[in-house]
């Protein structure tokens, strides 16, 4: 790439065509070998080769920096910015390049003195290494504790059955990984508190060294963010987002927490009511409600209440089934055909490949592959990856493009296969609208493709795909009792939807809470002054009303979105909730859902665009006028009001 850089700036008349189309064509041929030598980190199996990735993928971000740190190129690139006759000239998306280009340039330091540049590049490169450090950690975090079977009493067979036995002064224990998914299973359904308490220490405490790397990445943040002019961290990220600055932000996130929080306190205190209760009926000591008990005491409420048993409702979801009715479900959605690839090279065997074509005419679409299985090694969240971007060629032809869903789900046994619960569900369909707004993608530039849109509209194609799993007809279509065959029962699929919104309050809650420490920490003027691990821990409790007891803890040090990217973006989950209730609510919920040219038109406007063009534009085309938050508010509460 260097080479074409030289290139460029030897142009002696700068134009779009020998500065802008070089560096694009360039970065399109090197997108899918960067995104490849990316996944390994997150796939293999071989800690040496997810080493070199992770390495490599520094070496990559750090040879970035220097190309974009060069001035000779930097002055062709503005040359171009600044043509007044040939800029109006150019297509919208072109025009959105320039403007990309020149605004990346600027972003490394173009325009500033040599000291400032070279102190720069030293923040840009070490902000790089402190980032992929932090994520390695996680993904090669192998903390684990051990119980004894009465302990673990509430858990299902099925969570036994991946977990290694050993005997421990006698005594057999369960060793169980501090991993996402079974803190999850631990917390939600086990009985002891003294258990769930373990849990929660072990998983809140792991990878210790990611606080320092934190720690240190906010104040070279800002100090980047001050070099280039911005007051803050925030200041600088919000710029070219749909909030535009951190006022913005912070206006919606209060509004919605000053409304919200007395309902949490609420629904927490109905929670507290039940512990007592129980504490009492066993004869033992109330001793508090606590972080631990929020989950548990949650699913048993909704079993008191609602009659709604989180292992009954798996029972309808095998894996298997489930996921192929899902794919239809999308197929019918979006008007295409998903069929399964055999034959096709896979880094792992638990990997299906897919291709994807048009309804009813031989047009290829693009790949994607599930890998959906946890393993040593690999990224234990639910996560979707571009493999390569769609981009259109010289000669007019296209580059079709690729992406992979990664989830952490155990494996079936001979005895049991693996089910899904309502959570599962959603985060399928969540990842899967990541998925397709990368395949249903067509952008002239791969910079522009499907994802690759403003941060706070990224998340809205994935969370308008949720509500799908809420639907009552689509709830019995892709339900199949793993031993009978049965369809889910009507009644228990009420029952889902009556308890949705005692899980959306705890959900959005907490989304608020790490907004709101997301801003606390970036959009700062005094970063040095932020202990991390203090700040999290105090905004937690007030925020979230979650209290940890006599536990120390430092979870802020698993919560990836803030060094992989999401720095100063985590409110945009909230943001894009409200544009996807209202396109879900606006148009499948009020045309019906299986009503093809409302697919159809969002496709076309919602995903095929990309980020080459403004997404505010393509949802007042999608929806025949400008969004509103009515069916965002609907979604948790009649009583609400809330701006954007």
Known sequence: MRMIFDCVAAQTKPTFENVIVPIAMQENEACADICLVSLLQFVSEDKAIRKASANANKQ???HRTELYTREDTYMAVQAVYNNMAEMPELEDEDKRLVRLYERRFRNHGLGLDNEKRKRLAT????????????????NENDSKVMFTREELKGLSSAFFETCESIVDDGVEKVVVAANQSNYFSVLGQVKRPETRKRMYAAYKTVCPDNVLMLQEAIRLRLEKAQLLGYKTHADFVLGDQMAKTPDNVLA???NLESKMKPMLQYRFEELEIIKKAEMKYANKPYDGFYSWDISYYSNLNHQLEYEYDIDKVKEYFPIKHTIETLLGVIQKMLGVRIIKAD???????????????????????????LDLYARKGKYGSATMMSIRAGYQKLDKSREYPAAVLLAGFAKSTPSTPTL???????TFMHEMGHVFHELCSLTKWSRFHGTRVEHDFSEAPSQMLENWCWEPS?????????????????ELVQTMVTARNDNALVDRMSNIFYSLYDMAIHNTTNAADIDVVELYNAMRRD????NDGDLYTFGVATVDHYMDGYDAKYYSYLWSEIYSADMFGSRFLKEGLDKKQTGMDYRKEILQPGASRDPMLSLELFLGRKPNSDAFLRL?????QVGI
């Open 474 to 490: 689509v709830l019995a279509c892709i339900s199949s009792h793993y031993e009978t065959g049965c369809k889910i029962p009507s």
């Open 343 to 369: 034959g096709v090279s896979v880094w792992h065997s638990d990997v299906e490949a897919y291709e994807v074509w048009e309804k009813g005419e031989p047009k290829f679409v693009g790949h994607f592959y």
């Open 60 to 62: 990559i971000d750090q």
């Open 543 to 546: 925020i979230s009303l979650y």
């Open 123 to 138: 923040i840009l490169n070490r902000l790089t290494e402190l980032e992929v450090r932090f994520m390695c950690n996680i």
């Open 252 to 254: 919606m996130l209060e």
């Open 420 to 426: 899904l619960d309502h959570d599962d569900l959603e």
């Open 636 to 640: 948790l509460s009649p009583d609400l």
